[in-house]
């Protein structure tokens, strides 16, 4: 990818809304966030990989978990 992602005005107004949000957040509050939003992107990527195999007819592994 030699050009870089170009994203939609919508897109870009969601990232302002949202850091304006961040910045009214205690200490607290942003660390508790934080987890719970690298839970969902964690949570995303498995299901991106589950969707994958499926769409691609990969088996799991008897000794993949």
């Not at 969601?14 to 961040?22: A, G, H």
């Not at 934080?34 to 088996?59: F, N, P, S």
């Amino acid at each position: 990818m030699s050009q870089p992602i170009k994203l939609s005005l919508e897109q870009q107004f969601n990232i302002r809304s949202f850091e304006t949000q961040v910045q009214d957040m205690s200490l607290e509050q942003a660390q508790d966030f934080l987890v719970k939003l690298y839970q969902q992107m964690v949570m995303r990527e498995a299901t991106y990989k589950e969707l994958l195999k499926h769409h691609w007819g990969i088996e799991q592994s008897p000794w993949a978990s």
